[in-house]
């Protein structure tokens, strides 16, 4: 397939040692061993939105089996999507198919050091995204997948393998349970492989199913930053959501499930009369997070009724309150968590997977998203209440591992298929979702960041990234790594904030955030809070933009830590950095990047109002930073103000 030329020729080296990007075993062989015998076609390609679509398709006559693969290439960029979609045309079970990998690639690598760049995943632990990096010497090897069936639970379904002169960046699309190994010989070749972590099944006469999907994105140079800073732009320009054209903003939002009792004491009431503190401090969105529902939080998860006692006019009342304050509606559901004592348990036990019958214990059992009647039912009925009650942001909140339940029910001819399914029926309810209720977002929460991947960022944003944020004060070291950490692959994520002082703040804050504390202990905080919002406002562009972590990124309390977003567009940005609470260090040297080497540009520290003007050379070679006092920060805009010719 020379769809990988279009990836690869963007690199300095780097080369395919294989046919076909992808593989599988059929009937105990390897795909490569027979596809070339198989009856191959090919669509032309359809262009549309900076897109050329194709679609490669391999068929068996022998058992009908079909093998298609969806290739989707992007103007401006050296980069290619692909997903694999296999197919039974014939009229019996096919034999067995296992070990597909949408990843199966072969590339030699130039002479020197290569290293494999990836990232911790959220644990709800103090090095949340954390950046990682694997040095890929002769005979290395690196195994990576995420834990208990979640995309992101202790792994990013992203990397970015850096060689001398350039190297590639890859996502994997699928929000369960994937693997990749990666591995290189004792030459210069380096073989990717991605998938879905176990797969071993037999497809019935007409069944089809879907892997995960795959991106590559090359890049040339030595700072593996530029790799992810490309692989950036794509996302921003081609995934993520949009609201009539326009990237959906990530929301300054309040949430009240802190102040009152983790929302179990959530009242019409009293939602009612804190929404003039909200207005006071800033916010544009109001967020009523778990609780509401009937059975309380936790145990009435799986019942979307509200408590007839707390909001006897149900929710609607307070999206009109909000609304005509300004601001929008964000709601919280878990609909993929079935509790024992909750509706769905009780009218729908055949819509609900267990583990060894049980009833999933403490944590609940999870919903059958992957029953097509289920599905359906659940997509009817979470639209009815968004309507309803006029929601602007479905939060999908997801408290429980899915894969020990995925693999209770697989047989042992079928083995990965309920977790395709599954995932299927996500992206259906989802993608059906936003267009039946045109304009809606989605919140990806997932215990806090942990089901984070190509997928779900082009269907949803996380704004609730890790949940170390539920400890009611601010972590600011833990706040700083993961936004670090995050930014390297996922443009738009928020956490909750609970102080405002620069610090604290600073540290949460990307292009928005959740305010976790109380806004009605009094107008101190609501001011302290509003300012807060103004300075998030006036660097929301920036975010969108490239961005470069200037210094380690690590969660040692003597260190600093600091970033720059770039605007080449806009020919300015900003720098954020931060002396810890353990750093005997006043000041530090930054090497700015993306600027101008000949161009003059003017700085002012956001606090002092200091400005003064700088070469792009002098800041590209280094700018002195100075911070005074421990525990503080730093925050410098910049602008060209003039160019040489």
């Known amino acids: 397939m020379n769809f990988l030329t279009n990836v690869l020729s963007a690199t300095d080296g780097l080369t395919a040692s294989t046919t076909l990007p992808w593989s599988f075993t059929y009937g105990g062989r390897h795909s490569s061993t027979f596809i070339d015998t198989w009856t191959y076609s090919r669509t032309a390609a359809t262009v549309s939105a900076g897109r050329s679509t194709e679609t490669h398709t391999y068929t068996d006559s022998e058992t009908g089996l079909v093998v298609s693969v969806d290739v989707t290439l992007f103007d401006g960029y050296p980069a290619a999507e692909w997903v694999m979609r296999i197919t039974n045309?014939?009229?019996?079970?096919?034999?067995?198919?296992?070990?597909?990998?949408?990843?199966?690639?072969?590339?030699a690598v130039p002479a020197g050091n290569t290293v494999l760049h990836h990232s911790k995943g959220s644990t709800c632990g103090p090095d949340?995204?954390?950046?990682?990096?694997?040095?890929?010497?002769?005979?290395a090897v690196v195994a990576i997948a995420p834990r208990g069936g979640r995309s992101s639970d202790g792994a990013l379904p992203f990397f970015n393998l850096a060689c001398p002169g350039g190297g590639i960046v890859g996502a994997i699309g699928w929000s369960g349970q994937w693997s990749l190994d990666i591995a290189r010989d004792a030459a210069n070749l380096v073989t990717l492989r991605a998938g879905q972590q176990t797969t071993r099944f037999t497809l019935y006469p007409g069944e089809e199913v879907r892997t995960p999907r795959m991106l590559l994105v090359g890049w040339r140079g030595n700072n593996h930053f530029d790799g992810h800073n490309a692989f950036r732009r794509l996302l921003i320009q081609h995934y993520i959501p949009r609201i009539n054209g326009a990237v959906a903003q990530t929301p300054i939002a309040a949430n009240t499930w802190f102040a009152f009792n983790t929302g179990n004491d959530v009242t019409e009431e009293n939602q009612l009369a804190t929404i003039p503190t909200f207005v006071a401090s800033g916010i544009e969105y109001f967020w009523l997070d778990a609780g509401w529902f009937e059975g309380g939080w936790p145990a009435g998860a799986g019942s979307w009724v509200p408590k007839k006692d707390a909001f006897p006019r149900g929710l609607r009342p307070l999206s009109d309150a909000g609304h005509a304050a300004g601001m929008k509606f964000v709601l919280w559901f878990e609909p993929e968590r079935v509790t024992p004592i909750s509706i769905i348990a009780r009218e729908h036990p055949e819509w609900?997977?267990?583990?060894?019958?049980d009833a999933g214990g403490e944590y609940g059992a999870l919903f059958s998203l992957g029953d097509p009647d289920a599905r359906r039912w659940l997509t009817d009925y979470l639209l009815g209440c968004l309507v309803e009650w006029d929601v602007d942001v479905f939060r999908n909140d997801f408290n429980i591992e899915p894969l020990p339940f995925w693999q209770a029910t697989d047989t042992e001819d079928r083995i990965g298929i309920t977790e395709i399914r599954y995932i299927e029926g996500l992206y259906a309810m989802w993608d059906e979702l936003r267009a039946r209720k045109p304009g809606l977002t989605i919140d990806n929460c997932a215990s806090g960041?942990?089901?984070?991947?190509?997928?779900?960022?082009?269907?949803?944003?996380?704004?609730?990234?890790?949940?170390?944020?539920?400890?009611g004060h601010d972590r600011p070291i833990q706040n700083q790594v993961q936004n670090a950490g995050l930014s390297l692959?996922?443009?738009?994520?928020?956490?909750?904030?609970?102080?405002?002082?620069?610090?604290?703040f600073r540290s949460v804050a990307t292009s928005g955030y959740s305010v976790s504390s109380d806004l009605r202990q009094g107008a101190e905080i609501q001011q302290a809070a509003k300012l807060a919002a103004d300075e998030v406002n006036a660097l929301r562009p920036y975010y969108l933009g490239d961005y470069y972590p200037l210094l380690p990124v690590n969660t040692d309390p003597s260190a600093w830590c600091g970033w720059q977003y770039h605007r080449p567009d806009l020919r300015s940005g900003f720098v954020m950095l931060f002396r810890r609470d353990a750093s005997p260090y006043p000041s530090a040297v930054v090497a700015l990047c993306g600027l101008d080497s000949d161009a003059t540009y003017t700085l002012t520290d956001a606090d002092s109002g200091?400005?003064?003007?700088?070469?792009?050379?002098?800041?590209?070679?280094g700018l002195l930073a100075e911070i005074s006092s421990r525990s503080a920060t730093l925050l410098i805009r910049y602008e060209e103000s003039a160019r040489s010719v």
């Open 352 to 357: 609900v997977l267990a583990r060894k019958n």
């Open 128 to 139: 949340d995204f954390l950046p990682l990096e694997a040095s890929l010497h002769s005979g």
């Open 610 to 621: 200091r400005t003064w003007s700088a070469a792009g050379a002098d800041l590209a070679a």
């Open 89 to 107: 045309t014939g009229a019996t079970n096919t034999p067995i198919i296992e070990k597909v990998l949408p990843l199966d690639l072969d590339v």
């Open 449 to 471: 960041g942990r089901r984070i991947d190509l997928e779900t960022i082009a269907r949803s944003y996380p704004l609730w990234q890790s949940d170390t944020q539920c400890c």
């Open 489 to 504: 692959y996922v443009p738009q994520h928020t956490a909750g904030a609970w102080e405002f002082d620069h610090y604290n």
